[in-house]
């Protein structure tokens, strides 16, 4: 396939530069933010806790590197729900029919929300108590 043909089927958007593309991706980052918490449950609730974990981490005795790993380990956590998310819904969007595959990919999202919430866990525990 010449590769003209491969650039004709790209976004329109794709082409936007400079402060316009930075203006358009804060905006759809702000939509998918608001999707999230409007459409997941898991998601708006590890917005709350992080709401009083981050606090918290910022109160609690800890050195500054210790203070960031925590913050980090919570933040860790909701960006890999949105990613979670995101191969659900396209997921989803494909068929909602019963699929190995399909099962697999949502499994494989779930398991690596489960290791950042035990990631979380582990480095809390080591500031604190390490």
Known sequence: MPIF????????FKGKTGITR???AFHYSM???AAAYRNEDAFRQE???AA???PLALWLPASGIGKALMIA???LVILVELVN???????????????HLAKRAKDIGSAAVFVALVNAVVVWGLVLFG
């Open 73 to 75: 380990s919570v933040l």
């Open 5 to 12: 043909a491969i650039a004709m089927n790209e976004s329109p």
């Open 85 to 99: 998310s995101a191969v659900e819904a396209a997921v989803d969007r494909i068929s909602f029919e019963q699929h």
């Open 47 to 49: 917005v709350w806790l």
């Open 31 to 33: 939509a998918g933010l």
């Open 52 to 54: 009083v974990l981050v």
């Open 22 to 24: 930075v203006w358009n």
